[in-house]
């Protein structure tokens, strides 16, 4: 898509907010029934992923085939 496309900059953004269910809620309830999970359990608020970047303009790349046999 780059190359095809004169692709130069991009930027992407990524903001989770899941936990898949594991809790401390579901660390109480496993600690009710008899079983320790050990350790401690800190709450996901959210993650969030900030990239950006940019090419060489295409121009300025050498070929990608050389035809020099």
Not at 7 to 12: C, D, F, G, I, K
Not at 32 to 58: C, H, N, R
């Amino acid at each position: 898509m780059r190359l095809s496309n004169g692709l130069e900059a991009y930027s992407l953004e990524i903001d989770y907010k899941d936990d898949y269910g594991i809790n401390s809620k579901v660390s109480a309830k496993i600690a009710d029934i008899g079983f320790d999970i050990g350790g401690s359990y800190s709450s996901i608020e959210s993650t969030k992923w900030v990239m950006q970047g940019e090419f060489a303009p295409l121009h300025t790349l050498p070929p990608l085939h050389s035809n020099d046999n």
